[in-house]
């Protein structure tokens, strides 16, 4: 239960964190946590108990089995807001904990034939990160709105998604996943210090290609470059790996045996 002066409610002040579950193994558990971590110490919120997570998610999936891929999302608030002093937290109560486990939707259209996608204008220039790390942008929060807009605002423009950009004209990433581009034989990617969440999928992918002796690049990309790559995927835990076939109205190339092998390569993922 989610009392109503929970600030994980109110305020959206809190973390949490969405893992695929395949065959009844929790996919990448460990960078999971390791970044559920990180956002906390970014929120100035208790090192969550580690232990403690990792047990509730295998006891959740041993007591959920499905012959389904599933997800699952753990989460926790700052705590109870007082009543008498609304900007504090209740010392009377701790954080707030909430685990659930479903089925997940199939995803298996989108990563055959692919999505649309547009660009869009995040207001911010790729400095804004170092400048203000207040501003949590690195951190994996329950403030999701701004997210559920973007993804709205790409609707509204015909669109399946929208890739954030800087206003210095870098790549920043989707409502929801990490941009991963093929340019000139290198995977690319932007580097997580520009501001966006690091991508637990994205880490997972590029461990599987460079065991594989393939080019891997963490840094800045720009609009025209993504615009002129050889091929652009947005990667998440649930959804994968999904080529992008059309990129502000203009064709981009979709290569399906390298979809299923990235893909190949994230079902295959362990702890």
């Known amino acids: ?3 109503s002066t929970d600030r994980g409610f ?4 809190g973390i949490f964190e969405t893992l695929s579950v395949v065959g009844g193994k929790p996919q990448a558990l460990d960078l999971h946590l390791n970044r559920f971590e990180t956002s906390a110490a ?3 919120m208790p090192k969550p108990d580690r232990e403690s997570w ?3 998610v295998l006891r959740a999936i041993d007591e959920n089995p499905s012959d389904q891929a599933q997800y699952l999302k753990f989460m926790v608030s700052r705590g109870q807001e007082s009543v008498d002093r609304p900007a504090t937290v209740d010392a009377n109560f701790g954080p707030t904990a909430i685990l659930y486990i479903a089925d997940a939707a199939s995803y298996e259209t989108a990563r055959a034939s692919g999505i649309s996608a547009v660009f869009l204008d995040s207001g911010r220039d790729s400095g804004a990160a170092a400048r203000a790390p207040w501003l949590l942008l690195g951190a994996k929060t329950l403030s999701y709105a701004v997210n559920m807009a973007i993804a709205r605002a790409a609707g509204a423009r015909g669109a399946d998604e929208a890739i954030l950009t800087t206003t210095d004209g870098y790549v920043l990433e989707a409502s929801s996943s990490t941009v991963v581009a093929l340019i000139d034989g290198v995977y690319c990617t932007p580097d997580a210090s520009i501001g966006i969440l690091p991508g637990t999928s994205q880490v997972s992918l ?5 065991a594989r002796g393939e080019k891997t690049r963490r840094g800045l990309i720009t609009q025209d470059e993504l615009r002129a ?3 652009v995927w947005l990667v998440s835990s649930v959804r994968m790996a999904v080529p992008v076939h059309t990129l502000d109205g203009s064709a981009l190339p979709v290569n ?3 979809t299923v092998m990235l893909n190949d390569m994230l079902l295959a993922r362990e702890n």
């Not at 109110?10 to 002040?13: A, P, S």
């Not at 590029?206 to 460079?210: R, S």
Request: net charge negative; charged share 25%; aromatic share 4%.
């Open 1 to 3: 239960m989610v009392l």
């Open 10 to 13: 109110q305020r959206g002040d």
């Open 42 to 44: 970014a929120l100035a």
């Open 54 to 56: 990792h047990s509730m």
């Open 206 to 210: 590029f461990e599987g290609l460079d």
């Open 229 to 231: 790559a050889d091929g």
């Open 256 to 258: 399906p045996e390298l």
